[in-house]
């Protein structure tokens, strides 16, 4: 079975911080994703990434960056947290074309 | 300018009839759909999907329909059940290693 874990369920963070958000898959998949769902907005694709060392902006890049130094983790980074970043952050991955996505649980992150 | 839209932001059916969720889009270059279910607090999970070279495909109690002259397509489920409650996502795919592009989600409710 494909895993994809996240590193946290829950975090709360202050305006201005620094965030990190991990994410691994255990099925040496080449694509790797990020999302935020919020309500009535569905997911929207933050970065994503079909390689090592590779990543291209998605729908919503702003206030976002992503890092991907290993093929199995790819992490989010919120420079400087701010409340409307607030929102379920969905990592996924993939093998390959008109493969099918898997997604981790998700972290609920809010920002205060 | 969303290109896949799910119109009906919930539905609610009686246990043991039918549910039919609708997805229209508007890329005619997508060639592969596919449906998520998202339980609250957990990561999407993939339920079934279609090429566009077929016009159905069927997983158990699930069906989905693809209409490619509409852009349309519609997932099936019968009978439905109270654990079917939860959001469903229709997702898109363009050819090549690209990524989803997703529906903002249905919620649907099975009334016991």
Known sequence: DVKVTQS???????????????????MDH???FWYRQDPGLGLRLIYFSYDVK??????????????????????????????????????????GVSDTQYFGP???LTVL | DQQVK?????????????SILNCDYTNSMFDYFLWYKKYPAEGPTFLISISSIKDKNEDGRFTVFLNKSAKHLS???VPSQPGDSAVYFCAAQSPGNTPLVFGKGTRLSVIA
């Open chain 2, 75 to 77: 997932l099936h489920i």
């Open chain 1, 30 to 32: 080449e694509n790797m």
């Open chain 1, 54 to 95: 590779m990543k291209e902006k998605g729908d919503i890049p702003e206030g976002y960056s992503v890092s991907r130094e290993k093929k199995e983790r790819f992490s989010l980074i919120l420079e400087s947290a701010s409340t409307n970043q607030t929102s379920m952050y969905l990592c996924a991955s993939s093998g």
């Open chain 1, 8 to 26: 946290s369920r829950y975090l709360v963070k202050r305006t201005g911080e620094k965030v990190f958000l991990e994410c691994v898959q255990d």
């Open chain 2, 6 to 18: 799910q119109n009906s932001p919930s539905l609610s059916v009686q246990e043991g009839r039918i």
């Open chain 1, 106 to 108: 998700g972290t609920r």
